[in-house]
């Protein structure tokens, strides 16, 4: 039998509004979809060289590495390429990877201990993030704003309880980048995406 999250975990959840959960996946689970992200964006990188819009392909396939040495030889191209894998991983059933993670055992258990039994994805997001310095300004920017994931669903969604689970593929840190959350923010009223309201309540808190 699997262990969902524990009582302490789950007053966490009620109290904060996020939980952070350390080593749901191993690297065994992970690498399927780390592979199925390589191939993608490898394969756009060799058709967008072929085509002369890339002038030279990085030898460094790291997952963490690989897509901002593009950005550094050629912006435009890492943007194609980043559209790229939202085209073609954005969904688990283009990607046998994110289905793995999305219908792991031990991950769903710990879903369960919030939801109940009755589990619907919605939506399954794959966001390649450059360092700001190596955005292409009007694609997928790294940095966005403080906001509800809630503000993004129909409002006849405010009374159901919708979990965002948010799973790394590289070491996350303040360094890097990381997710920001608010603390308490879920006993706030729900605010539409990316209003100056939901930035205000969030500095606020973390003030």
Sequence with gaps: MINGLSTEQLEQFDSDGYLIVHDVFSEDDLAPLI???????????????????????PNNKAIDAYLKEIAEIDGQASAEITQHLYNTLQYGYKSKGLFNIVSHRKFLSMLESILGPEIISSVLLLRPKLPTRLEVKEHYPG???MHQDQGYFSK???NDLIVTCWIPMVEATEENGCLVVCPGAVSYTHLRAHETEAD??????LE
Aim: charged share 30%; glycine share 6%; net charge negative.
């Design 35 to 57: 592979n199925d992200i390589t191939e993608a964006t490898t394969e756009k990188a060799v058709e967008l060289h072929q085509e002369g819009k890339l002038k030279s392909i």
């Design 156 to 158: 006849h969604c405010d």
């Design 143 to 145: 940095v966005v704003g």
């Design 200 to 205: 205000l309540v969030c500095r606020l808190l």
